[in-house]
């Protein structure tokens, strides 16, 4: 995921506390270069960038010109924010991740399937998973890095094997709860063909027909961290 450089976090951040997330302000060079404890060519070339590369929004309407955060300068805070939170405040117990429904390639489906799997998500997971995953497409540059956390967490190792023929690689799952309402996991694989823009989710139901998803259905899934996974009650 692309990130503004580290010499540009302090313009963006100042933007930010000006307001600039919801509202285009106006601010001089000369004023945004007192923040920052640049010089005033120093603070117009980071607006320059800024917006070049997609971070800042310039709005023009009559005599104002004010400048906003895009979206993509929004997520690029919002995710330096929960990397701070996570790191003042120790490991986060869930991870709140949002995509879009899209049909996949089947090779979550396949490790479902597939004997040598299926008996450890059955042991593991304590439910019996529908053969299939829900495949979700993550937009969002916050969601993507999420989903890249994952990979750095431990989780319920499904182990690899061997048949005789072929060595099956291993995966690694998280106790998941979609849409706030059904029991899942978030799996991922070692040797798979999706980045980081796929989240693969297995459940004991058929999603898609369960909360009646079709593709580009906006899902919100809530990755439990630790093994266990509290009750909706909050039991």
């Known amino acids: 995921m692309d990130e503004p450089r580290n010499s540009l976090l302090p313009t963006l951040l100042e933007l930010l506390l000006l307001g600039a997330k919801d509202r285009p302000v106006a601010i001089s060079t000369v004023e945004l270069a007192k923040k920052i404890g640049k010089s005033q060519q120093a603070a117009s070339k ?120 072929r060595t099956y690689g291993g995966a690694k799952c998280f106790k998941a709860l979609v849409n706030d309402s059904a029991e899942a996991a978030v799996l991922t694989i070692e040797r798979t063909h999706y980045d980081d823009s796929v989240l693969e989710v297995l459940s004991p139901v058929k999603l898609r027909d369960t909360l009646k998803l079709q593709d580009r259905s906006p899902v919100t899934v809530m990755v439990y961290l630790s093994e266990e996974m509290p009750s909706k009650s909050g039991s």
Not at 133 to 139: A, E, F
Not at 145 to 153: S, T
Request: hydrophobic share 30%.
């Open 46 to 165: 980071h607006l320059l960038e800024l917006e070049k590369e997609g971070y800042l929004e310039r709005i023009k309407a009559g005599s104002f010109t004010g400048v906003k955060l895009s979206p993509k300068g929004v997520d690029s805070v919002t995710s330096l924010y929960r990397v701070l939170k996570a790191s003042l405040e120790g490991r986060p117990p869930t991870l709140e991740i949002k995509g879009e429904v899209f049909s996949g390639l089947g090779e979550g489906g396949y490790y479902v399937s597939h004997r040598g799997y299926r008996k450890q998500f059955v042991k593991k997971l304590r439910f019996d998973p529908y053969p299939g995953t829900l495949n979700i497409k993550l937009t969002s540059p916050v969601d993507r890095k999420l989903r890249g956390e994952l990979e750095k967490l431990d989780g319920i190792t499904i182990e690899g094997f061997e048949d005789g023929q």
